[in-house]
């Protein structure tokens, strides 16, 4: 059975009153896959299935949910339930979910909390978001140097079950000092009796509490491991960040440049989730800043009056040259801007960059303006000199868009900005500009000889 | 010592010839970072510190290095040193690179290999690019349903060294048949003397060895797993992918993504690898259909040349409603491809999605009117009738941007297309055509009355 002739299964079973078998059927089901039914559930129906399950697996299927069911789960249990779901989390989910609840209920559940427990949640949820510190869990494996490879391993046999990985521990002084690190693997195959201090590897790639997401991102897929532990300014250790935490964030982190660069505001709900008013306001900003930045456009054309009063052919090739350039430009400026966020471009590279995109845009340019040049004389009526003017038109057009959408990106990130904005709409509005002045520069010269 | 100090420090240890401090500077960097600096070097230099590294150093460095920096390599190093890298790569990274380099340089590592092995690695050569099966790794651990927890423990210590990973090992029947899996951390917490078939978990999630990586990268974001078992047909277990593997597929997705969205044929070249004539062959011809379909919209401005003459102020309008239209409908449809390519949106979600975007249509194109008629009537000196056109097409062409944004991307998923092909520049050139005659109709029934 595939996830959507199960939920069918399950829709059949709760129509027939058949919770016994419902009740069997789940507790065997995969927790993600659990979660992404229960979406398509109103939220009485969800949470009775939910209820069903065995204690584990519900928090397991908790942790797999997005937000806004997790939300609507815990507006619907009871308080008591609430808090046993609360107290079976890991840390940082907790944190995830306190972020995400409405304010009266995390007062009312921190309130209850026990007060060393408060105090913790607290200053998580003081870390700014989308950092380090409000990502990581303080559920990790510490060893100490002067153990024996026995004695940590009985450590972790012992208290294993309550941490979020124990593939990769940490080892650390008595002041919390990270000293290095030492993977299950390398404990599993040691000789019962050496010491951590001499297995571990000191060479420990860390981030620090105020670490960025997007860096951390880059950080798991350029090192490929499964975890990072994550220190305060005096390097003691503070808690891990595991790779299933940052898939997450990976794909969200790509979510926000696409939408950055169609000039949206980024926003960190569903687009299911989202109300048409919010969802206009995220986009109406831009929309109006390149409308208004499009009568700059209009003044050009405006000011060329005279001219296209006497050729009114001109303003029939203005779409194709715009939109030539438009799209010249946002393809350099896509891989501009992707190579930016990889890593694979950087500042050093602008020039190197700058002559790569011109040879570009000498041979694309140079291809297309033949292509039109020849489309225009012999398939259209068109004069010469006019096919010509926009043939000519294009190629400096190619050629320029090339250059700004290989320019503007990296000068962007230069100055500390995001170079997303400097994407397809953002560009096209200043290429639009440009190659307009440059065609009818051009049609004056040719045409009004 | 960030990188970019470390890196000049060793291009000053290479000048003044101080050989030994480079060797032992080098021996405790970290392996990806080695492979990074590595990349600025020229290739006789990156060799002689290719070469001064540790045996086990070199080949991790090697596989964190990118394929152009692998070839030059290999090319660069004498057969001996190739064949001694090439046994001790994991048989996944042998593949990946064998696939890479010259058919010559194959032909006689083959040659030189012996038969048992050339075997299996001209079936791993023979799965389609991008597939599980060109993913995937043999070395991993299987374990006997009938071995208890302490036996497997044995087996693990004696055998993990050679494997990718040990943290989630597989439990086979003597046909190779996947029957479950049990993780390390199930096995150290359990009593040495269980079986393995009871505690290990039967709920396997795997892939079929034909699966596309673009469906396992989906997985790893859905699931979090570590890592994943391959079958084939018959449900026997070929191999597993790892997550670190992964990591870079979920990149190059996203930006084969990116750069289709921004019509480009994508490559599986980095940018910086790429000559000019290879990006402008993957430019060129997705700018040549859209060039020639902007001629439509060409021919549309042609056939309204009278009222035009009559009205030449509506041409310096044309950008700006254009460039609305293209706007708002990359907007929606980026947003949609997104939704698709992260599975948020479905074809079950058209009608939904549309009647969202409707809205979200109405309301933006409401504000942008109003916007647009109050600047043109008390800031510049158009006449209230042209404003009044002008406003209209904006409203118009918004609400109906927005739906083509999401009818197009979802249709083309329907129809088993990339929706990425929907994305602004091919969107942009629809939009234009319907947009003018939108424009242009309103201006016919306001302005000829």
Same mark, same amino acid.
């Given at each position: 059975m595939n996830l959507k002739q199960q939920e069918k299964y399950f829709h059949h079973l709760l129509e027939t009153k058949d919770l016994k078998t419902l009740k069997s059927e789940a507790k065997d089901m995969n927790e993600a896959d659990l979660a992404e039914i229960l979406e398509d559930f109103n939220s009485h129906d969800s949470l009775l299935i939910f209820r069903m399950l065995p204690k584990d697996l519900s928090i397991e299927v908790f942790t797999y949910m997005t937000p806004s069911q997790q939300i609507q789960l815990v507006q619907s249990v009871t308080d008591k339930e609430l808090q046993e779901l609360l107290d079976d989390l890991f840390l940082d989910d907790r944190v995830d979910l306190l972020e995400e609840m409405p304010a009266g209920l995390v007062t009312k559940f921190l309130s209850k909390a026990p007060a060393e427990e408060r105090k913790l949640l607290n200053q998580f949820l003081q870390y700014p978001e989308d950092s380090a510190g409000s990502l990581m869990t303080i559920e990790y494996v510490s060893l100490e140097p002067e153990m024996t490879v026995k004695e940590a391993m009985a450590y972790i046999k012992e208290n294993g079950m309550k941490k979020e990985t124990i593939y990769t521990c940490y080892v650390v002084d008595e002041r919390k000092k990270l000293l290095g690190f030492v993977s299950l693997r390398d404990l599993v195959i040691a000789d019962p009796y050496e010491k951590i201090e001499d297995i571990m590897l000191e060479d420990v790639v860390f981030v620090e509490t105020t670490e960025d997401q997007e860096?951390?991102?880059?950080?798991?897929?350029?090192?490929?491991?499964?975890?990072?532990? %994550?220190?305060?300014?005096?390097?003691?250790?503070?808690? @891990?960040?595991?790779?299933?935490?940052?898939?997450? &964030?990976?794909?969200?982190?790509?979510?926000?440049?696409?939408?950055? =660069?169609?000039?949206?505001?980024?926003?960190?709900?569903?687009?299911?989730?989202?109300?048409?008013?919010?969802?206009?306001?995220? +986009?109406?900003?831009?929309?109006?800043?390149?409308?208004?930045?499009?009568?700059?456009?209009?003044?050009?054309?405006?000011?060329?009056? #005279?001219?296209?009063?006497?050729?009114?052919?001109?303003?029939?090739?203005?779409?194709? @040259?715009?939109? #030539?350039?438009?799209?010249?430009?946002?393809?350099?400026?896509?891989?501009?801007?992707?190579?930016?966020?990889?890593?694979?471009?950087?500042?050093?590279?602008?020039?190197?960059? =700058?002559?790569?995109?011109?040879? %570009?845009?000498?041979?694309?340019?140079?291809?297309?303006?033949?292509?039109?040049?020849?489309?225009? &004389?012999?398939?259209?009526?068109?004069?010469?000199?006019?096919?010509?003017?926009?043939?000519?038109?294009?190629?400096?057009?190619?050629?320029?868009?090339?250059?700004?959408?290989?320019?503007?990106?990296?000068?962007?990130? +230069?100055?500390?900005?995001?170079?997303?904005?400097?994407?397809?709409?953002?560009?096209?509005?200043?290429?639009?500009?440009?190659?307009?002045?440059?065609?009818?520069?051009?049609?004056?010269?040719?045409?009004? +000889?």
């Open positions: 860096e951390i991102g880059d950080m798991f897929t350029k090192y490929g491991y499964l975890a990072f532990p %994550v220190v305060d300014r005096e390097h003691r250790l503070c808690g @891990i960040i595991t790779f299933d935490d940052i898939m997450e &964030v990976l794909e969200d982190e790509a979510t926000e440049d696409f939408h950055r =660069m169609a000039a949206i505001n980024p926003s960190d709900e569903d687009y299911m989730d989202e109300t048409p008013m919010d969802l206009a306001k995220n +986009r109406i900003p831009w929309l109006l800043i390149l409308m208004i930045s499009a009568t700059v456009t209009g003044s050009i054309i405006h000011h060329f009056d #005279t001219l296209i009063g006497e050729f009114i052919i001109l303003t029939s090739f203005i779409p194709m @040259i715009t939109g #030539t350039g438009g799209n010249t430009g946002s393809q350099s400026s896509t891989m501009v801007i992707r190579g930016l966020a990889t890593g694979e471009i950087e500042w050093e590279d602008m020039l190197p960059v =700058m002559w790569k995109e011109m040879r %570009v845009g000498l041979i694309a340019g140079t291809f297309l303006a033949i292509v039109n040049f020849l489309r225009l &004389v012999f398939l259209t009526s068109t004069s010469f000199t006019v096919a010509l003017t926009v043939s000519l038109t294009i190629l400096c057009t190619v050629i320029l868009s090339k250059l700004l959408g290989a320019f503007l990106p990296i000068t962007m990130a +230069r100055l500390g900005l995001d170079p997303a904005l400097m994407a397809a709409s953002f560009i096209t509005t200043i290429i639009d500009s440009v190659v307009l002045i440059i065609y009818f520069s051009i049609a004056g010269m040719i045409l009004l +000889r």
